[in-house]
């Protein structure tokens, strides 16, 4: 039988953190807010299974991954319409340093992004995103090295510009 307060209890202590992580993977907020959706959908279709795994949270974050990888292949021109309406849009309170480090997560490789992401803002250490991205360790210590050089090169490159347009130096 479902438990229907242990599971409202699991969504608010972790909906949040898991939509940042996915919008964080993806550049993309809509596509992670669908994303995380489909995920505690079927986390909580399977939560017998789910709530016995040794993280629930990761198992979430997985589906959700996956999910939005499969909404790309899928979908190609619509994410690029989504792009560009996200483009046009006023945010408020966000920071410069914000806005270009999401540029940045943007122009690094998938796989770097999200080992960068999981490694520094979910805060898992090597051997946890190495079990659940399904790679080795050592691949995910290259993935972060690389995934760090080039975030580097991208916020302090020549091309790396302020919102006022001026080079940063």
Same mark, same amino acid.
């Given at each position: 039988?479902?438990?229907?307060? !242990? ?24 596509? /992670?807010?669908?994303? #995380? /959706? !489909? ?11 789910? @709530? ?5 949270? /990761?198992?979430?974050?997985? %589906?959700?991954? @996956? ?15 989504? @792009?560009? !309406? ?19 997560? @943007? ?8 080992? %960068? ?14 079990? !659940? ?6 691949? #995910? ?29």
């Amino acid at each position: 039988m479902r438990d229907t307060a !242990e599971f409202d209890a699991f969504y608010s202590a972790s909906v949040h953190r898991l939509l940042g992580h996915l919008y964080a993977m993806t550049g993309n907020r809509a596509e /992670a807010e669908d994303a #995380v /959706a !489909e995920a505690y959908a079927r986390a909580w279709d399977r939560w017998a299974t789910v @709530r016995e795994c040794d993280s629930p949270e /990761a198992w979430v974050r997985r %589906v959700a991954y @996956r999910v939005a990888v499969s909404a790309w292949r899928r979908t190609v021109n619509r994410m690029r319409a989504h @792009r560009r !309406e996200a483009t046009g849009r006023h945010v408020d309170d966000v920071s410069v340093d914000h806005v270009a480090i999401v540029a940045a997560l @943007r122009r690094i490789s998938a796989e770097q992004r999200r080992a %960068v992401v999981l490694h520094h803002l979910a805060g898992l250490s090597v051997a946890e995103i190495a079990a !659940e991205v399904g790679a080795n360790e050592n691949t #995910v210590k290259t993935r972060l090295a690389r995934g760090r050089r080039a975030l580097a090169a991208h916020l302090t490159g020549p091309d790396h510009h302020g919102v006022d347009g001026r080079a940063r130096s």
